[in-house]
Every structure is written in structure tokens, then in C-alpha cells.
Nanobody, 125 residues
């Protein structure tokens, strides 16, 4: 059974920073394509960032230059470093892993099979 456990969410003020972590088990899933998504209250889940097995990354336009996705395969952990946070970044953030894809065709949720429970990020103005 695949488990993804997120941590690192919290409340910050505009301009603040947070680092989210996601630990994957079994460990092999941390080596496949993984991603971060978010869902604000009353809105649909949207992609934030994705990372391929070789470390190639892609980002949703609104977070480019502010968020950085990375993986530590030795620790089976996915990270999302977030700086210059804005109130519109407020959402539940979810880690996701793919069963099939090692190189993501895109950042659609349909390419991901496993999801964590989420960690809340709140940015106040």
C-alpha cells in the first residue's frame, strides 16, 4: 500500500516562507514522477509543481520563481520550498505520486495515482 505523508504547513504572513515535505512509502514511489497540488476552499484542485524521475521540474505559472520542488531519493522525501508567499497561495497542499509515469506528460491530476492527506498553508495579509 502506497503512503504519502505531508508535513510543514502552517500560517505565515504575506512575504513569508514555508517548506513542505512529503515522505513516500514504499520507497520506490519516491523515484517515480511526483508532484504537489493545492486546493483552496470552494475551488478545484490545481497543479503546483511536478518532478520527473531524473529531477526535471515544471511549475504552474503563478508559482514560478517563488516555489521550488525537489526530491531527496535517499530519504524518500519530496519537498516544496515556498517563498514570497501571497494570500492567494492559501490552500490545502497535497503530495502526489504516479504509478505509471516516470516522466510526466503534464501536470494534470490524472497522471497521479496516489495522494497524501494534505497539509494546510494559510497566508495572511
Amino acid at each position: 500500500q502506497v503512503q504519502l505523508v505531508e508535513s510543514g504547513g502552517g500560517s505565515v504572513q504575506t512575504g513569508g516562507s514555508l517548506r513542505l515535505s512529503c515522505t513516500a512509502s514504499p520507497t520506490t514511489y519516491s523515484r517515480r514522477a511526483m508532484g504537489w497540488f493545492r486546493q483552496a476552499q470552494g475551488k478545484e484542485r490545481e497543479a503546483v509543481a511536478g518532478i520527473d524521475t531524473d529531477g526535471s521540474t515544471r511549475y504552474e505559472d503563478s508559482v514560478k520563481g517563488r516555489f521550488t520542488i525537489s526530491k531527496d531519493n535517499g530519504e524518500n522525501t519530496l519537498y516544496l520550498e515556498m517563498i514570497s508567499l501571497k494570500p492567494e497561495d492559501t490552500a490545502m497542499y497535497y503530495c502526489a505520486a504516479s504509478e505509471k509515469w516516470w516522466y510526466l506528460p503534464g501536470l494534470s491530476p490524472r497522471f497521479f495515482d496516489y495522494w497524501g492527506q494534505g497539509t494546510q498553508v494559510t497566508v495572511s495579509s
